[in-house]
Each structure stands twice: as structure tokens, then as C-alpha cells.
């Protein structure tokens, strides 16, 4: 016999914990009380016993520590830190009560819980043996909880909204209704109809079905991201987008025109915008005035609307890496996609997501609150604007897209470089630096950073680029391209042989179009000089007007035919009496034929007229 030994000792079974001369400290572990000294003797004849005996009388499975979730193994230790202090002193009586007492008062638990924890630890010596048991599973439904269940599900959890007390009476209705529709005798009350479904409620269930999983992703499910600072780390992720600003706008003649189009790229590290187009076209269109401004030199594009600012203020003039777009169809053409060939990864995000792109949304948001507040009265829509009876702000307007540019450019100007960012994840470097909270001080200090992604083109590469593009085809009177010619010099070859080339055309313009030739673009100028300087669709009109006039006369042409045919040989047949033809002396024949026709203009000019 030996300490800790497990023993079995007739119905007992103990496990022995000091042993002292000729008596020994012992729990008995089916009845779990708290441990006695006994005389060796007293115990008569032991045999040895085995934990899995212990756990089989006992009931008690104990489980690998691993096996354990993480509420059991917390706990498990929170049980045990409450013993521990007892274990060294288990076999003195005094002392284990008094630390019994002082640590059921520092817990706030009975003394009776510490000595079950401390009998219970002490029979399986095994720490685990102190983790909570499992639940068992839950209780099956009843049947009026399965018909509540059904009744949620069919009327309420649906796109028609309908009322907790529709889907109620309409799961009495359906299910505790006889053929005749009288109600039975039990039914559940509408307030256990209302706590069943507060009790197995979800909310993202609630939102997605009666909303729409688009209305759900857009409004109501749970931001917990980081932001947009998962996947921009670094200055060169652009964010696109456009807005229809809120202001009517005039022409120089103070004719209403409209509301026109802001679209604008934001730097999704530092917020800076790269650059804007403000039209009255959206689309590809715009998507081509942003680009040429991301790259264009903002201190003289400002000076053209006679605003003077400092080159840190808005010092952008490379393209951002990477394009995060929505999935609106001008960023889905194939011409956007084709500024890829500069290097530059387009991301189209899925739609309803605009949380994804916050930084461009909430963009536009500052901008106009910027200037709304000023422009009260002069073409600004407000809030109400759609309803009835409401003033019409079309009425008020009064600014030209010129007056409202040089406003844009001085909200912009103050939203890079006076907008104070107060939520900026501020590195320890950038504190040390004295990186000031403004977008365009953010937008100097990331460039300099590993990992800045930016990318320099020239404009006429990015224009170029982002032409439209068709196949045009060689042939012997030169490229043909949207039906018309063009030519280079140096093509001898590909005219002769044939063949097809991806060609760049510019839609505004049919004078040239560029050959795209391992990467470089090579330009054909026009053959048909009556159609230069035009736009493809002039071009086209012309071309097919032109098919609808030969078109019209294409009876009258066949007529004539008709006729000629008539003609010559009703002649022919009138001169086929000479049968015998003399073949000698042609040439004395024709002189004297020569001599007999030939006349005097001159003398004859008037006869001509």
C-alpha cells in the first residue's frame, strides 16, 4: 500500500492520501466525503482497484482535457484555482476548515460547494473530473410548437411582411380548424404564439426573409470588418464611382439643362481624391475624363479655373494600381478593363455591397454636404423633393457647370488638404514623422512607403488604351476598318497578302484609327478625305443614306437595262444584210472613211453650241 493508492475495501472503495505509522488519511470515493484518518488495521483485507472500476460503480466518465470546449475547461480551472489552496494542507483538519471558510467568503459560494469540489478532485485525483457535464439535447417539439413553427415559416417569414397576428390566425385557421372551419376546443393562445417565436427568433433569418438577402447585405449585416484597411495596406487602391449631384444647372443662355455627373476616384489608404470628372455624361465617357485627370498636373488644371494651390496639396499624377469598381456596366465594358495592358487590376465588386467601397460614398456625401449648405436657393434639391406639392428647385437654378467646377475644385481642394481624418490608423512611425490628420499629408507620406503602388502613363497611352477596339482587315485598297479605308506607309506586304489587325478607333473621330502591333499602336490615317474630321455615327448616317438613295433607283437602273438591250438589238438587227465582208485594203478603206468623216470644229462650233 502506497499514497494515493485506489483500494478496494469490501462495498468501499478508497483512495488511500497520507499515510502516517500505522494509519493512514483516506476518502471514501462512492460517498464523497471529506477525508478521516483510520487505523491501518481497521481496514481488514484491501485489493487493489482501477480508475475505470471507480468510474463504472461510480457513473463518472472522465474525459481527455483536449476533448473538453472551452466553457468546461474554464471552469474546470476555475474550480480547481478555488481548491488549490487546501490540497497541501488536506490531511490537518484546522487548517483545511479555516481555508474552506475563507474561500467560500472570497468567492461567494457555500462552504459545502468547496468541499464537494475538493471530494470530488480528491476520489479521481484528475482535474477534468471537475468540468461541467455536457447538456444533454434539448426537448423535442411538441405539436403545437411544430405547428407554430410551420405557421412562422409559411406567413411570416416571408417577402409579404405579413403581421404576427396574421401568421397567428392563420396557423388557427389551417391547423386547429375543422372541415367546416369552426376552431377547436384547445388551441395555443396568441401569447404562446408570440414567446415561441421571441424564443427561436433570428435576426439575420428575420432580415433575409422578409428583406431580401440584397436589402440584408446592404442595411443590416453586422460591419465588423476592419475596413477598407484589409486590402488597402498601402497608397494605390483607387475607389471608383459617380454621383448625380444635388443641383440644376443652366447654360450660358440660362436655359435649364440638368443635374450633371460627378465621378471620382479615392485613394482607399488616405482618402485623397486622385482625381474627378464633372460632364453631362456618364459611362464610358466620364470614365475617360477621370482617368486623363488622375494623370493631368493639378496645379495647372486649377490655374484653368484660376484657383492657385501648392503642388503638396493635391500632388497626384500616376494611375493607383488597382481599380475597385462596382459592378456597374461601364466598369464591366471590355474598354475599361482594357487598362489592364498598363498594369493596372480592375476589381469589380459584387452588387449591393457599397460598404465595400465606403471611402467614395462617403466622399460625394462630404462634398455636397459642403456645398449645399451655401447654395441654398439656387438650384439645390432638398430632402423633399419628391413630394407632392413640394417647391421646384429646377426653378431656383442658376449656376453654369463652370460656376459649379470652380465650386467642386475648392471643395475638393479643402477635402485633400484641410479635412481633418480623425479615425486614421496612425502608425508609430508616422507619429514620429508628424504626419499631419490631412488626406493629402497621409497621401506624401504613403507614397514613400514599401509597397505604394503607383503607375505612370502618359495621356495619350491611356487613351489609346482605352478606345474602343474592332478587327480591321488588309486588302489591296488598304486597312478597312467600320467599312472605311485607311492607310500607312509601310503596309505594302499586308495589303498584298491580307489578313486582320486589332484596331483602336475613336468613335468622335473616323480620321485615324491605331493598329495595335506587339504592345506599341501604329496610325492609319483616312483614304476617303470627304468623310475627315467626323464622328463614326455622321459617318454612318452618311454611308447609309447613300445606300437608301441607290437603293430607291434600283427599279429605274433595271429598267434602263431593259431598254439599252432593246435598243442595240433592234439596231444590230437592222445592219445584219451584209453577208459578203471584204478583208483587202483595210488600211486605203480606212483612210477614205477618215476623209468623209473627219469636219472642222471650228467651223462647226456652232452646231455645238
Known sequence: ??????????????????????????????????????????????????????????????????????????????????????????????????????????????????????????????????????????????EDEKNMRWALNKFFYTTKKQSLMTAYTMMLKEKYCDAMGVLA??????????????KTRKMQNFYISRDGLKNYQRNNRPLTGEGVQEFAPAVGVGMLDATVCDIYLINDEGNLVGRPILTACIDAYSSLCCGYSLSWEGGIYSLRGLMLNIIADKVTWCRRYGISIQKEDWDCDRLPGTFVTDMGSEY?????????????????????????????????????????????????????????????????????????????LHCMIYYNSQRIIENFPYTEAMIDAQVKPYASCIWEWGKSLIGANLIGVDSRGLMLTLLPRTTGKFGRTGLKVNKLRYHCEGYTEQYLSGGTATVAYNPEDVTSVWVMENGSYVEFMLIESRFK?????????????????????????????????????????????????????????????????????????????
Not at 491501518?40 to 471507480?54: F, K, M, P, R
Not at 376546443?185 to 421571441?198: A, G, H, K, N, T
Not at 459642403?370 to 428647385?393: S, T
Request: proline share 3%; aromatic share 8%.
Open 185 to 198: 376546443e384547445e388551441y395555443p393562445s396568441f401569447y404562446q404564439f408570440r414567446y415561441f417565436y421571441r
Open 332 to 408: 464591366k465594358s471590355e474598354n475599361f478593363e482594357q487598362i489592364a495592358e498598363l498594369g493596372v487590376t480592375v476589381v469589380n465588386l459584387p452588387s449591393y455591397r457599397p460598404e465595400l467601397k465606403g471611402l467614395v460614398e462617403k466622399f460625394f456625401d462630404l462634398i455636397q454636404e459642403m456645398y449645399k449648405k451655401h447654395l441654398k436657393g439656387k438650384g439645390v434639391i432638398e430632402p423633399d423633393y419628391q413630394e407632392r406639392g413640394v417647391h421646384d428647385y429646377r426653378k431656383d437654378a442658376c449656376l453654369t457647370m463652370m460656376d459649379f467646377e470652380k465650386i467642386i
Open 1 to 142: 500500500m502506497k499514497k494515493h493508492d485506489l483500494l478496494r475495501s469490501g462495498d468501499s472503495i478508497i483512495r488511500v492520501l497520507d499515510m502516517q505509522d500505522d494509519r493512514i488519511l483516506m476518502i471514501d470515493c462512492l460517498k464523497q466525503t471529506m477525508p478521516v484518518w483510520v487505523e491501518l488495521v481497521s481496514l481488514g483485507y484491501c485489493s487493489e482497484c482501477t480508475v475505470a472500476e471507480l468510474s463504472e460503480v461510480t457513473g463518472v466518465n472522465i474525459v481527455d482535457v483536449d476533448a473538453l470546449d472551452a466553457d468546461q475547461r474554464k471552469i474546470m480551472h476555475e474550480r480547481y484555482t478555488m481548491i488549490a489552496p487546501i490540497l497541501p494542507f488536506i490531511s490537518d483538519d484546522k487548517v483545511r476548515s479555516k481555508l474552506i471558510c475563507s474561500i467560500a467568503e472570497d468567492y461567494q459560494v457555500s462552504k459545502q460547494t468547496i468541499r464537494n469540489y475538493l471530494c470530488l478532485y480528491l476520489s479521481y485525483l484528475d482535474m477534468a473530473v471537475l468540468a461541467p457535464k455536457k447538456r444533454k439535447n434539448e426537448r423535442g417539439l411538441s
Open 533 to 609: 474630321g467626323r464622328d463614326l455615327v455622321g459617318v454612318q448616317e452618311l454611308q447609309t443614306s447613300q445606300k437608301d438613295i441607290t437603293r430607291s433607283v434600283v427599279r429605274e437602273n433595271q429598267q434602263a437595262q431593259i431598254n439599252l438591250a432593246q435598243h442595240i438589238e433592234a439596231i444590230a438587227n437592222n445592219a445584219c444584210g451584209h453577208t459578203d465582208v471584204h478583208m483587202k485594203n483595210i488600211r486605203n478603206t480606212r483612210k477614205k472613211e477618215q476623209m468623209k468623216n473627219h469636219q472642222d470644229y471650228m467651223k462647226e462650233r456652232v452646231n455645238y453650241g
